[in-house]
């Protein structure tokens, strides 16, 4: 109690200086742990979300591209493709299934994305039904349903209807008069689909034809294999006995080189944010040894009463290692309250914990703050032995 007394004493002598280090010291470990979270998060739901389906067809385009729209719709959309390739693929034998998708029709300026429940699945889509039932589901109830994304929900309500057009600037010639009735809001997910609208493709291509539109049109196809060891051989055989040019994509492939880049990006910033914590460590030892001199008569006067050189080098190593405690403690409890903040955004960076491994970081950075809080330690016994 004594010791502590002795502490906290000191620590108010020097509590401008301390607080800042501290600070410091947990903003850096804050931002380490979120970095890690955040680069953790989006790897987990890109590799979630590219295992749903084992292969992608498009019109001939880069692999990546298709991808990443496909997946997360990113980029513009890829050319289209005739239905007909659609309806070999899914009568292939080792298909289990074929989901087509078309982005070909809008409304008011919102996306219409046309697909099977098979594409909902893949992509993780998750719906609050509001109509007749409660509960949740992505299962269309009929040819007419739609489901729209978060960031429409607070200008459509479940159970209103809407009607699409053709293109993505239509005129009242492009729009179809048969209306969709919303079915239910799909859950936020971070991405453009939040701004899209989901029809039932056999839906859409009703309407299409009652609108005069004879050409079914699609802009990729997902794909789910009975068996994955057949996926090179099913790629091979859709790249070469197809009439049609095609682009086969193997989402987890591609997404595997990316990682690498956003490895690479996530390692500068941990980094960056691992300098700023030797940076306030250092700080740290340069505020120890600036209020050195000042510690002399208090040196003196527990040496009167009869502290050792041990003890006196023991309550200096206490001091700074109290303050990479609360610093490390403080970091975390910033980091949590972060989380909160950022999963708003990113609502995938709030359904993951974080690796034990990523706290590996932590872990030097108190075994650095301990060796630098030895050296003021070790200088203070050796000015106490002389004393």
């Known amino acids: 109690m004594v010791i502590l007394k002795i502490i906290c004493r000191s620590f108010g002598q020097r509590a401008g200086r301390s607080t800042i280090s501290i600070l410091a010291l947990a903003l850096s470990i804050a931002l380490l742990l979120v970095i890690s979270h955040i680069h953790e998060a989006v790897r987990s739901y890109a590799r979630q979300v590219s295992s749903g389906a084992d292969l992608i067809v498009g019109a001939p385009s880069q692999p990546v591209h298709l991808a990443l729209y496909s997946l997360f719709r990113i980029g513009p959309p890829p050319p289209v493709l005739p239905w007909n390739i659609y309806e070999e693929i899914a009568g292939m034998e080792d298909v289990e299934w074929a989901a087509p998708v078309s982005t070909n029709e809008s409304h008011r300026g919102y996306t219409v994305t046309g697909s099977t429940a098979h594409y909902m699945e893949t992509l993780q889509l998750k719906a609050l039904n509001f109509i007749d039932t409660s509960g949740s589901g992505t299962a269309f109830r009929n040819d007419r349903s739609a489901f729209i994304g978060a960031n429409l929900a607070a200008h459509y309500q479940p159970g209103e209807t809407l009607t699409i057009a053709n293109g993505f600037s239509p005129s009242l010639k492009d729009e179809y008069q048969t209306p969709f009735v919303i079915q239910g809001v799909l859950m936020e ?61 193997i ?59 041990w003890q006196l080098a023991g309550l200096t190593l206490a001091e700074p290692m109290l303050q990479i405690l609360v610093a490390l403690c403080s970091g975390v409890i910033v980091y949590k309250i972060s989380t909160l903040f950022v999963g ?44």
């Open 189 to 249: 997910t971070g991405t453009l689909l939040d701004s899209n609208i989901l029809v039932p493709i056999e839906g859409l291509r009703k309407i299409r034809k009652a609108h005069g539109i004879t050409t079914d049109y699609l802009n990729f196809i997902m794909i789910k294999l009975r068996h994955r060891h057949s996926l090179f051989k099913v790629q091979q055989e859709l790249k070469s006995t197809l009439n049609t040019p095609l682009e086969v994509v």
């Open 251 to 309: 989402p987890a492939f591609e997404l595997e080189k990316l990682g690498h880049y956003q490895r690479m990006l996530n390692n500068v910033f941990m980094a960056m944010s691992f300098i700023i914590g030797v940076l306030s460590l250092m700080m740290m030892y340069f505020n120890l040894s600036a209020g050195f001199a000042e510690r002399k008569q208090e040196v003196e006067l527990l040496r009167m009463v009869g502290a050792s050189p």
């Open 344 to 387: 708003s955004w990113i609502p995938v960076v709030s359904s993951i914990t974080l690796p034990f491994e990523q706290l590996v970081w932590l872990l030097s950075l108190f075994l650095l703050g301990f060796l630098v809080a030895c050296l003021p330690a070790w200088r203070m016994y050796g000015f106490s032995r002389r004393t």
